[in-house]
């Protein structure tokens, strides 16, 4: 077509000059180490590939350091779409196995860093060279590319290379684009693939075999940012249905090239969870004890205020609009763009202004964090090219009040997206920012005097080496069922600044010693560290912990609460008076109620939709080596029993076995296919703790087998598998 102003010889061609400028710069200013349970979530996954070649990241260095995992089948996997992560486990195999580069636990917060925790300017920090590498490799070089292309595109409208040196420079160094370039994130490779995809949609209007590879090029992009980027789903929908309405028929080398990776990441999704859906399409595997999200797709829900939230996530303290100004600029061109009826790139405008408008809107309705703590909204980045795209044509700048305007707006872009490039996942607020009488930051708030004045349980207790005390805490009630959530809300002071970040547990200790409920967090749902709090600030902090399905009951618990750092020790806890007090501060006693039921500790665990489980009780909680504990187990049959299944009740400890008591059901009759649907059976099952059995707390975990057709898989309420047992409870073997 005659429109297509394809690169020519009116302009020097610099691309390749833009391609090594920016990726010099990003790699000049890339963090040294991990500092979100984002990245943390992705790097346990590669870790977990490449040195213990499995998906599951329970047993990696990383895996317990993140709250952004899934729960299934028995194993802890990351909530992140596996691709990514499986391209840089291919990296990091080269970085450990040919360099001996390994990935390292170490955070640092680049607000107390001297240097900002950037690499190459803390050599003093020892830093993790691997992480250095990954994020170069992979968001990096992107991002160097996406803004090459973005210089090149700038000749569809015929803009002068000064201005399009002026427009590239201003996206890669004054929006998003420039602090999530320096960290591990999805968003930026996203954002990249997704200006290409719309880069093809322009010389797919030619004719012939060029506009076919164009096409396929668009649909493989396209998917591409789908599978990296769940987020940018309006896309894989609307650039399609475009490409559908102009091409009809014609269009299928766009579809053909989509199927590409949408087949591998099914394929990666397999062998991951054993089916084809995405990490965060596992609703139920944010539902476990301690998940700091809630059981539903992508582990979100919609704001409390969802007008408030969508305007301090445009203009407000978050502002997408507000942290980069110059995007108001951007969309300007869009609209003027749209207004020009016969503009021969209206189509795509329309789509990219559509899809935009679809993404806003998803994460306005239907999210309450706005992606969690770091610059701007992430989750956004991948639009800023796209809409950056648009802002090139020539009679945008061609008075000299719209020059100003820009310029303006650009100054403004580039000083905030500098402060969030020294750190890109910390708190940082936007130079042009409106708020609402209640608008506030997504953190807790300090309290005011008069709410600390409140507070319903005073305590004075310090922790060792850590400049914050607990000043007090609230319970939502003095009694908890089985499988039911309380609510721990502790009041904290910060006394001093605070170089490291800690984490903290609620834990819930009954009356034999040992675990009824635990909950292991970051202070905020990890988006208040403590090496953010202000000295003098006192701050509520709220933690709901999941009682477990089959705790011991009627029982009574202590809740502990304590601090330790994510690859230490716990920390020393201390009295006003100075006395110690252990490694934990014991708040106040619960009282566990049963459930409603005949049965005691009523229950339902579901084996394979064969039988249940419905309720157990044992004569101690509290045995010596060598003594036998009895377990008494009550079964339902669910169905007509497909076999005649036995049951195996094991004590374990870090893994091990140390009774075990396997066998058909202690019942009458003891072949489970006679039990009839509906029927509940009651066996005592005994349990001879090994003479030699080392003192501590033990695992009692049952299972339903058979010995040609292995374990009965345990089935959640919605109908995925939880694993091959059920850990029934905890008991102390030794004194109490």
């Known amino acids: 077509m005659s429109n297509i102003k394809l690169l020519s010889s009116r302009r020097r061609d610099l691309t390749m000059g833009v391609a090594i400028f920016f990726l010099l710069l990003y790699a000049l200013f890339t963090q040294s180490h991990i500092n979100s349970w984002n990245e943390i979530s992705r790097l346990a996954s590669m870790e977990a590939l490449v040195q213990h070649g499995t998906w599951a990241i329970d047993n990696t260095a990383l895996g317990n350091l993140t709250g952004d995992r899934i729960f299934w089948n028995g194993r802890f996997y990351s909530d992140k779409p596996p691709l990514l992560s499986w391209v840089g486990a291919g990296v990091y195999a080269v970085l450990h196995q040919g360099f001996g580069l390994s990935l390292s636990s170490q955070e640092c917060n680049p607000i107390t860093s001297p240097c900002h925790c950037i690499a190459l300017m803390c050599p003093q920090s020892?830093?993790?060279?691997?992480?250095?590498?990954?994020?170069?490799?992979?968001?990096?070089?992107?991002?160097?590319?996406?803004?090459?292309?973005?210089?090149?595109?700038?000749?569809?409208?015929?803009?002068?290379?000064?201005?399009?040196?002026?427009?590239?420079?201003?996206?890669?160094?004054?929006?998003?684009?420039?602090?999530?370039?320096?960290?591990?994130?999805?968003?930026?490779?996203?954002?990249?693939?997704?200006?290409?995809?719309?880069?093809?949609?322009v010389p797919s209007k030619a004719d012939g075999a060029l506009s076919q590879r164009w096409l396929f090029v668009g649909g493989f992009a396209t998917t591409l940012a789908f599978v990296v980027d769940p987020g940018a789903s309006p896309f894989f929908v609307f650039f399609p249905g475009y490409v559908l309405w102009r091409y009809r028929l014609r269009a299928w080398p766009f579809l053909l090239g989509g199927l590409v990776p949408l087949a591998v990441t099914a394929a990666l999704d397999w062998w991951m969870l054993g089916d084809p859906l995405l990490p965060t399409m596992h609703a139920s595997g944010f539902d476990y004890p301690g998940s700091p999200f809630v059981g539903n797709i992508a582990g979100t829900h919609s704001a409390a205020n969802v007008l408030e939230y969508g305007f301090r996530m445009l203009v407000g303290d978050h502002g997408f609009f507000a942290f980069s100004p110059v995007l108001l600029w951007a969309l300007y061109a869009l609209a003027m763009l749209l207004r020009e009826r016969g503009h021969w790139l209206r189509g795509e405008a329309?789509?990219?202004?559509?899809?935009?408008?679809?993404?806003?809107?998803?994460?306005?309705?239907?999210?309450?964090?706005?992606?969690?703590?770091?610059?701007?909204?992430?989750?956004?980045?991948?639009?800023?090219?796209?809409?950056?795209?648009?802002?090139?044509?020539?009679?945008?700048?061609?008075?000299?009040?719209?020059?100003?305007?820009?310029?303006a707006l650009s100054a403004l872009s580039i000083f905030s997206a500098w402060q969030g490039a020294l750190a890109p996942w910390g708190p940082v607020l936007p130079?042009?920012?409106?708020?609402?009488?209640?608008?506030?930051?997504?953190?807790?708030?300090?309290?005011?005097?008069?709410?600390?004045?409140?507070?319903?349980?005073?305590?004075?207790?310090?922790?060792?080496?850590?400049?914050?005390?607990?000043?007090?805490?609230?319970?939502?009630?003095?009694?908890?069922?089985?499988?039911?959530?309380?609510?721990?809300?502790?009041?904290?002071?910060?006394?001093?600044?605070?170089?490291?970040?800690?984490?903290?547990?609620?834990?819930?200790?009954?009356?034999?010693?040992?675990?009824?409920?635990?909950?292991?967090?970051?202070?905020?749902l990890g988006n208040l560290p403590t090496s953010y709090w202000?000295?003098?600030?006192?701050?509520?902090?709220?933690?709901?912990?999941?009682?477990?399905?089959?705790?011991?009951?009627?029982?009574?618990?202590l809740v502990w609460v304590g601090l330790y750092r994510k690859d230490g020790p716990r920390l020393a806890a201390r009295g006003a008076d100075g006395r110690s007090l252990g490694d934990a501060a014991s708040l106040a006693s619960v009282k566990l109620v049963p459930r409603p039921?005949?049965?005691?500790?009523?229950?339902?665990?579901?084996?394979?939709?064969?039988v249940a489980l419905v309720g157990y009780d044992l004569n101690t909680r509290v045995i010596q080596p060598g003594e036998t504990l009895s377990v008494t187990l009550y079964w339902q049959a669910l169905a007509s029993v497909e076999r005649d299944y036995s049951v195996f009740l094991h004590l374990t400890r870090a893994g091990k076995i140390a009774a075990a008591n396997d066998g058909l059901p202690y019942t009458s009759p003891k072949r489970m296919r006679r039990w009839l649907p509906g029927q509940v059976f009651q066996e005592v099952r005994p349990l001879t703790v090994a003479a030699d059995a080392p003192v501590g707390l033990y695992n009692i975990e049952v299972g339903v087998f058979d010995e040609s057709q292995g374990r009965l898989s345990v089935v959640a309420t919605d109908g995925h598998y939880l694993g091959e047992q059920h850990v029934l409870l905890q008991v102390r073997v030794g004194d109490k």
Do not use: K
């Open 534 to 557: 202000q000295p003098g600030d006192v701050y509520a902090d709220a933690y709901r912990v999941d009682i477990g399905e089959t705790a011991y009951t009627p029982d009574e618990a």
């Open 350 to 407: 329309a789509t990219v202004g559509l899809a935009c408008l679809a993404m806003i809107l998803y994460l306005i309705l239907l999210t309450y964090d706005f992606g969690g703590a770091g610059y701007s909204v992430r989750n956004l980045v991948v639009i800023v090219p796209l809409l950056f795209f648009f802002a090139a044509q020539p009679s945008l700048y061609r008075t000299c009040q719209r020059r100003l305007v820009f310029a």
């Open 126 to 201: 020892s830093p993790d060279w691997a992480y250095y590498l990954l994020t170069v490799i992979l968001v990096g070089i992107p991002s160097a590319l996406m803004l090459a292309l973005f210089y090149r595109s700038t000749d569809f409208f015929g803009l002068s290379n000064p201005l399009a040196l002026l427009l590239t420079g201003v996206l890669g160094m004054g929006t998003a684009v420039l602090p999530y370039s320096l960290v591990l994130n999805n968003h930026v490779p996203a954002a990249a693939c997704l200006l290409v995809a719309l880069y093809a949609l």
């Open 431 to 524: 130079p042009l920012r409106l708020e609402t009488a209640a608008a506030a930051l997504e953190w807790p708030a300090p309290l005011t005097t008069q709410q600390i004045g409140a507070i319903p349980h005073r305590l004075d207790v310090t922790f060792e080496n850590h400049p914050a005390r607990l000043v007090g805490y609230a319970l939502d009630a003095d009694t908890a069922r089985p499988g039911e959530p309380m609510t721990v809300t502790l009041y904290w002071e910060a006394l001093a600044p605070m170089s490291d970040s800690h984490a903290l547990f609620v834990h819930l200790i009954n009356s034999a010693g040992a675990f009824t409920a635990q909950r292991d967090v970051f202070p905020g």
């Open 597 to 610: 039921g005949d049965l005691p500790n009523s229950a339902r665990i579901n084996f394979g939709n064969q």
